[in-house]
């Protein structure tokens, strides 16, 4: 089962923090604690519930970003696993030929590279797109063509940085295009799921999703 990379980072921390249920480490692994693995240079944190067995692991490089995630039922057998894999065998994009625009958020730049005549959009808009994140050197932390399913939100609602938003609203329905995101708008110093920290973000979007 293909589940989006960003359902993986807004579950993955509400089931290390719930309280309805007590999680259970192997050997003695305590909330929050994280293996290091010399061997392979890969911080290792397993996790799991003692009631009904689904036990998970995730695997982080040395900068703290996820580098992998699955999930595995009482028999052993993975019921998930996240893109971040495939995402590293995508090969990676040229990205200086971009052109791109200031926006009035300081920082936020952006793009257009299929243009359109359609509304532009603004706060309360739902909006479904596809779109690929990658970093500055071209290579993908995020991919909703993976996946087969187009993204759908709503501009202002919760889930994503207020400046994804507000680089959504530089563009009109049927548009192509692309938005970066510094650190300072994006995930700052911290490392978040597969995003180092310190990263410069660019979004390949695709608007024209009926």
Do not use: C
Not at 88 to 104: A, P, S, V
């Amino acid at each position: 089962m293909n589940i989006p990379l960003f359902i993986v980072i807004l579950l993955a921390p509400l089931f290390l923090m719930s309280q309805s249920t007590k999680t259970f480490y192997e050997d003695g692994i305590k909330r929050g604690d994280s293996v290091f693995d010399a061997s392979n240079s890969l911080a290792v944190l397993k996790y799991y519930h003692k009631n009904g067995g689904l036990q998970f692991e995730a695997f982080y490089d040395s900068s703290g970003a996820l580098n992998d995630f699955y999930a595995l039922d009482e028999k052993g057998d993975t019921t998930f696993q996240s893109q971040i894999p495939l995402l590293k065998k995508q090969q990676k994009k040229d990205l200086n030929h971009i052109q791109w625009r200031e926006t009035d958020f300081f920082g936020l730049f952006y793009a257009i590279e299929h243009a359109s005549s359609g509304e532009v959009y603004q706060d309360g808009d739902n909006v479904k797109l596809h779109y690929i994140g990658y970093f500055l050197d071209g290579s993908q932390f995020d991919n909703s063509y993976l996946t087969g399913k187009a993204l759908a939100l709503e501009i202002g609602g919760d889930g994503f940085l207020s400046s994804f938003y507000e680089g959504l609203k530089k563009f009109r329905i049927g548009e192509k295009g692309y938005l970066k995101i510094p650190p300072e708008l994006g995930y700052g110093a911290i490392p978040y799921a597969n995003i180092p920290p310190n990263s410069t973000l660019i979004y390949y979007l695709d608007l024209t999703v009926k």
